[in-house]
C-alpha cells in the first residue's frame, strides 16, 4: 500500500506474472475503491485495508474505469454497495455478448449508478468524470482538481497505452482522449497497472513521450 495523498492510497500489484490491476482508495467522508481488479487477485488489497483498520464491510462505493475483467471482476466482493461505471460501458457489455456480463461480475451484482461525463459529489468529495474512449468505448478517467490527482485506468501509463486491437476498441479516440490530458493540472498519474507518475513535469512529458512512440503507429 502506498499514500499518495491526504486520504488517496494505492495497492500497486507489482507481481509480474498475474494480470491484475492497480486499486486505489479514498478514505474520506464516504469510503470508495477504483477497480478493485479480479475477484480472486482481491486479497492483496483486503490485507492492506485491514492494516489501515478497514475492511470491505467500510466501502461505500466502487468506481469501475472500464469493464474489462482484470479490473471490473472485483465487484463480486462489493454486492451490496453503490456500483458505478459509464453508461456507454453497460450498453457496450450488452451488445458484445451477453455471457461476457456474466464474466466481468454483472450477473451477480446490480450497478445502481450510470455515469457521464461532468462532476460527481461523494461525501464531500468532488470528482470530474472524463469520459475517455479508446480503449473500451465507456472508459473513463477521474479527475480529482483539489488534490492534482488522475485516476486513468488503461487509458495511458508510464511510457505506454491501452490496447485498442480488443473489442469496442479504437484507435483514433484513443488518441483524442489522450490529448485531452494535457487540459488538467496533474501532479498525481494514477495509472491502471504499472508506476505511478508524480510531479507536473514528468506527466507532461510522459505525455508527450506517448503520443512520440505510439502515435505513428495508432
Same mark, same amino acid.
Given at each position: ?116 461525463? *461532468?462532476? !460527481? +459529489?461523494? /461525501?464531500?468529495?468532488? $470528482? ?8 473500451? @468505448? #465507456? ?8 488534490? *492534482?490527482? !488522475? +485516476?486513468? /485506468?488503461?487509458?495511458? $501509463? ?8 480488443? @473489442? #469496442? ?50
Amino acid at each position: 500500500m502506498i499514500k499518495i495523498k491526504d486520504n488517496i492510497y494505492a495497492f500497486i500489484w507489482d507481481n509480474p506474472t498475474i494480470n491484475n490491476c492497480n486499486t486505489y482508495f479514498i478514505d474520506g467522508r464516504k469510503k470508495i475503491i477504483i477497480d478493485p481488479g479480479h475477484y480472486h487477485l482481491f486479497g492483496h488489497v483486503k490485507e492492506g485495508l485491514k492494516d489501515m483498520g478497514r475492511s470491505i464491510d467500510d466501502i461505500d462505493m466502487v468506481i469501475i474505469t472500464h469493464a474489462h475483467p482484470d479490473h471490473m471482476e472485483g465487484i463480486k466482493h462489493f454486492k451490496d454497495k453503490l456500483i458505478s461505471i459509464h453508461r456507454d460501458e453497460i450498453k457496450f457489455l450488452t451488445d458484445i455478448n451477453p455471457q461476457y456480463r456474466n464474466l466481468v461480475g454483472l450477473d451477480e451484482v446490480y450497478v445502481p449508478i450510470l455515469l457521464q461525463e *461532468g462532476e !460527481l +459529489f461523494v /461525501g464531500g468529495d468532488n $470528482f470530474t468524470i472524463v469520459h475517455t474512449p479508446g480503449h473500451t @468505448p #465507456g472508459s473513463i478517467c477521474i479527475y480529482m482538481k483539489d488534490y *492534482g490527482v !488522475l +485516476f486513468t /485506468g488503461d487509458l495511458i $501509463f508510464y511510457r505506454g497505452i491501452g490496447r485498442t486491437d480488443l @473489442p #469496442g476498441g479504437d484507435p483514433e479516440l484513443l488518441k483524442k482522449s489522450i490529448n485531452r490530458l494535457s487540459e488538467l493540472e496533474v501532479e498525481y498519474h494514477l495509472p491502471g497497472h504499472g508506476d505511478i507518475i508524480s510531479g507536473r513535469y514528468n506527466i507532461l512529458n510522459n505525455l508527450n513521450e506517448v503520443r512520440s512512440l505510439w502515435f505513428p503507429y495508432l
